[in-house]
């Protein structure tokens, strides 16, 4: 992608530090802290009372009353009963002002998904009475969404589809058909929920048909002279197979890794410990897209069942495959690294390995294994992912990219959660749609959009790069930073395990030498 002077790339940026939600969750703590000041008060009025009705009594034996001393004291505990009261009321009208902020944000998507979800209903409707008019009203249809994806962009144009085309579906019905989708979708509206529960319909047809079959991961170290060329030529390669190198810690360089995940064997992740200048370590892990899209189920963990097996990892337990595949292989590729629990771990990915980096992030079995503090994903449906807010997420997705329109919709403001849209300059007049899409959802093009966002003043982007700066402890931006590399990769081995001989099994049938090998390797003590 080149930056056109005339067309430069613009930015759509919600969430994060500067935003609407994060000034309300700034709102609420101090609410918090201020509730916290007025409890603290309460052991300091209490024992000014007692000093109160201790000088009073002992007063009264005084040749002389204190009578100003007694009566200032006594004004200093009623102010500062008054000042506590005046405290707590203002935590109380804090706190319920984000409250009413979050509920009038919530009843007003509320009312424009009820209004476009109308409109479906009834266009719908017009069709159906149509009659035999209704194939030419839907050519136009076509068109029009066509000619409307250019101008909005593909993603929402695609979103607005998604959310709208059951209510659409039951208009085309007719009355009956209307009438009872409005019992059945009165409440409230959440593209959310409609973008989590998708997968889950799809992935129990799937196994309902026998496409997918429960497998295992199995991991292996990859050597590096198969992966793909170096960084730099002065990058050495020590004994134990990872590879010296640095990250550039911004947004580019952080993405860059991601974009190389592409070169390496199919199946492979990357894991780079970064060794910080206080000597501790932080980790990311670089996963690719989707690298099989002719087969449901193959060998591969990036695959079509493992986009399903992360998109519905939230329940898991409802399906035969029970394990995420790709997040065994995370875990078992941080564990052979050196990994120790605690340290911290930066997650990235593009399309469906950004779906993956998600889930592994709202995984509470994951995170209690995994220490996730930041995510970066680009061109992949993640909004849905319930990532707890001590979890600082970057969502970077292009305006025409329908990948990232399979969460059905925007994602409500977190101060946790930045979503960047990017606007790029208008491809040739005349381009092809698969062109539009294909460009749209290409990890280069995500790659060039984080070096521009890289000098973007936008406050949420700079909070988000001054988190990356302390996660690595480079202490700016743009700062290089040392690390070590490893490569592994999983295949999806649906066989089950291969069964451990018994120690005594056909003992009588081996060789002395057969047998000092078989005792050496499965003793009780394990292999010497």
Known sequence: MVNDPQYPTKF?????VGSASFTVSEIADTATRIARIAEQMSPLIDRMATEHA??????????FYPYDAVQALQSAVWHARGLRMETATLAQQASQAAVNYEAAETATANKIATAQQATALNHGLLLWALGPMMPLVLVSDLHRFLGRSRDKGFRDTAEDMLNDAPAYLAGLLGPGGG??????????????????????????????????????????????????????????????????GELEVNL???????????????????????????????????????????????????????????????????????????QELMKEALGQSG???????????????????????????????????????????????????DVDVFDLSSSHDIIAALDYGQRPESKNWVSVTTHRPPLPEGTGGTRILGEAHAMANYLDDAKLLDASGDPAIEGYREKLVAFYGAGIAGATVKTTKWVYQGRDINEPPPE????????????AEELRRFEKHYSPAGPR
Do not use: C
Not at 263 to 285: H, N
Not at 359 to 381: I, Q, S, T, W
């Open 179 to 244: 009438a009872a989708f409005m019992l059945a979708h009165g409440g409230p509206k959440d593209a959310g929920a409609a973008g989590s529960k998708a997968p889950v319909v799809l992935r129990r047809l799937m196994d309902a048909a026998g496409l997918l079959q429960p497998g295992r991961v199995a991991v292996r170290q990859v050597p590096v002279n198969e992966w793909a060329p170096p960084r730099s030529p002065a990058q050495a390669v020590p004994e134990d197979g990872g590879r010296r």
């Open 500 to 511: 451990k001989p018994r120690p005594n099994e056909g003992k009588a049938a081996m060789g």
């Open 339 to 389: 990994y120790k629990a605690g340290e911290d771990v930066l997650l990235t990915g593009h399309s469906g390995g950004g779906i993956h980096v998600a889930a592994a992030a709202a995984d509470p079995a994951f995170r209690a294994e995994v220490n996730v503090k930041m995510v970066l994903a680009a061109g992949a449906p993640i909004r849905h992912a319930a990532i707890a807010d």
């Open 12 to 16: 759509t940026v919600t969430g994060g």
């Open 54 to 63: 201790w000088l009073a009594e002992a007063a009264l034996s005084a040749p």
């Open 252 to 326: 580019e360089g952080v993405m860059r890794g991601t974009d190389e995940a592409y070169g390496l064997p199919p199946g492979s992740i990357s894991v780079e410990r970064v060794e910080r200048y206080d000597g501790s370590f932080a980790w990311t892990l670089h996963l690719p897209g989707t690298e099989v899209w002719n087969k449901l189920d193959s060998s591969n963990v990036f695959d079509m069942e493992g986009n399903v097996e992360g998109l519905t990892s939230e329940q898991r337990a409802a399906f035969a495959q029970q394990d995420v595949l790709v």
